[in-house]
């Protein structure tokens, strides 16, 4: 079982910058596939984007130009440089793995953009 811990939300204006960390239990020298999604209130988890290996990257298209997501295999860390936040940002974000076919998930960690 692979534990997977988020940390780095917080409160930030609109046009502020965040950066999510996520960092799993074991090292992510090996997995291929890593990502965000979020969960805003009322409303399905949906896709932030992923990482493929140790630089393609996908996103969708609410964050393309805006999220850029990273990992540091050193420090065993992926992150997720959030710039230009919007209030529609607003949500619960969370780290996966994906490894032998299966999403490992952290917590989560709260992002709230608010005047």
């Known amino acids: 079982q692979v534990q997977v811990v988020e940390s780095g939300g917080g409160l930030v204006q609109p046009g502020g910058s965040l950066r999510l960390s996520c960092a799993p239990s074991?090292?992510?020298?090996?997995?291929?596939?890593m990502g965000w999604y979020r969960q805003a209130p009322g409303k399905q988890r949906e896709l932030v984007g992923s990482?493929?290996?140790?630089?393609?990257?996908s996103y969708a298209d609410s964050v393309k130009g805006r999220f850029t997501i990273s990992r540091d295999n050193v420090k065993n860390t992926m992150y997720l440089q959030m710039n230009s936040l919007k209030p529609e940002d607003t949500a619960v974000y969370y780290c996966?793995?994906?490894?032998?076919?299966?999403?490992?998930w952290g917590q989560g960690t709260q992002v709230t953009v608010s005047s």
């Open positions: 996966y793995i994906s490894e032998g076919g299966i999403h490992y």
């Open positions: 990482i493929f290996g140790d630089s393609a990257t």
């Open positions: 074991r090292s992510i020298f090996s997995i291929y596939v």
